[in-house]
């Protein structure tokens, strides 16, 4: 494939969710929507070698896929007609979109009005995350219209069947069916601006240490929720919860290389080679984080990121500022009763009071929660248990982890060995799953 083809394809992958957007916001129909961009998308794709990018490509996009929205919606409504069923089934002008250059300010492609932007890439995630679905529905939907996964990638990043996906994102779609496709009020904004951003914060957790399944990276999920991240950051500058989550990502994602052993088998922070770390992507992570914190009260991304930050900075693991951390851990858990940082935040007790105090968090934790745990997020790396955090998310297994790490460091190896196993049963990773195995087999052993 040459440079001229590739060109391409990174600008309509860049332009798609911005078009859709568009046409979703002016139009109101999310599938007639979606297929019309994707035909104006082969036709891209199928002219512009041939004849060149034009001048305005989002501009031609938004053009070639309005007319082929316009032609569906006319051509549904005359079947309607043909039906005797349109006044039953919808309002006169519900459906009848105005052909390009007519209507309301702004409504086509060559009308008045504010030009295509950006912007309509975030009217699109607030649409996606509409507080009306699951979770999981906007996660699927998010990576199939903001992010342009197939339905069978999205599928296979979830380990479900396709099938399975594919109802899960029509459902989705149907449910945002007639909803207003417009940026929300002042009022609401904060709200929907929170679902995105834990949206996407779920997506680079999937990615960067995968629930189930014999990978510990997902590459796809884990960047595509930085490139996303990054594009609502260049809408929304001064956002600090913005600033801080493309912070913790970046910081997080850094330490990729070098997770991970020559078979894929998982290594814990403290015995990482940090020479192999992005030291681009950490000093970059540093400064977001920096900047973040100047955005406004430091909100709950914020604070993680610093104390990403933090253990990115270390040169050596013994060179990690604990106390700092715990500092900071304090004023997050006082922010939210999030049980990914109060056990991040025993873990920096630990590291601060010794493992005993440590431990006595973590029984804490164990008895407020019945026994459930929680992924530590940062903290799961800082334990030394493994680098497999990511960012945050829940993790039943990974108290049962910090416990049998704190367990081994308090000179306690059977009731370590025992903690471990039962963590290890308790994962769906499979490499997390070896590594605390393999924990435990080594305090089998008289020199363990």
Known sequence: ?????????????????????????????FDPAEDSV???????????PRDGIPDNPRGWLIKVASRRLTDRLRSD?????????????????????????????GAGPSGPGRAPSEDDTLTLLFLCCHPALSPAAQIALTLRAVGGLTTAEIARAHLVPEATMAQRISRAKRAV???HF??????DRDQRLAAVLQ???????????????????????????IRLTRAVRRLLPREGRVTGLLALMV????????????????????????????????????????????????GDYQLQAAIAA???????????????????????VRRSPDPAAALGRAVAVAMVHGPRAGLAEVDALAGAAGGAGAAPGTAGAAAGTADAGGAGGHRNHRLDAVRGHLLERAGEPDAARTAYRAAADATLSEPEASYLRRRADRLDRPDG
């Open 1 to 29: 494939m040459d440079r001229a083809t590739n060109d391409i394809e990174d600008l309509l992958r860049r332009h798609a969710p911005q078009v859709l957007g568009a046409l979703v916001r002016r139009y109101g129909h």
């Open 38 to 48: 994707q035909e104006a998308l082969i036709a891209a794709a199928e002219q512009w």
């Open 77 to 105: 409504e005359a079947r309607r007609r043909r039906e005797e069923t349109a006044a039953a089934l919808t309002p006169a002008d519900a459906f009848v979109a105005p052909p390009p250059g007519e209507g309301p300010a």
């Open 177 to 179: 069916r007639g909803t």
């Open 182 to 187: 417009r940026q929300p009020d002042a009022r």
């Open 199 to 225: 949206v996407l914060y779920l997506i680079f957790n999937e990615g960067y240490t995968a629930t189930a399944g014999p990978d510990l990276h997902r590459t796809d999920l884990a960047r595509e929720a």
């Open 251 to 298: 910081l997080t994602e850094a330490r990729t290389p070098a997770r991970t052993g020559p078979d894929g088998e998982l290594i814990p922070l403290d015995e990482q080679d940090r020479a192999r770390w992005d030291r681009t992507a950490v000093a970059e992570g540093i400064a977001l984080a920096e900047e973040a914190l100047t955005q406004g009260p430091a």
């Open 310 to 332: 933090l253990h990115d900075e270390a040169e050596r693991a013994e060179d990690t500022d604990w106390p700092q951390i715990l500092a900071l851990y304090d004023v997050l």
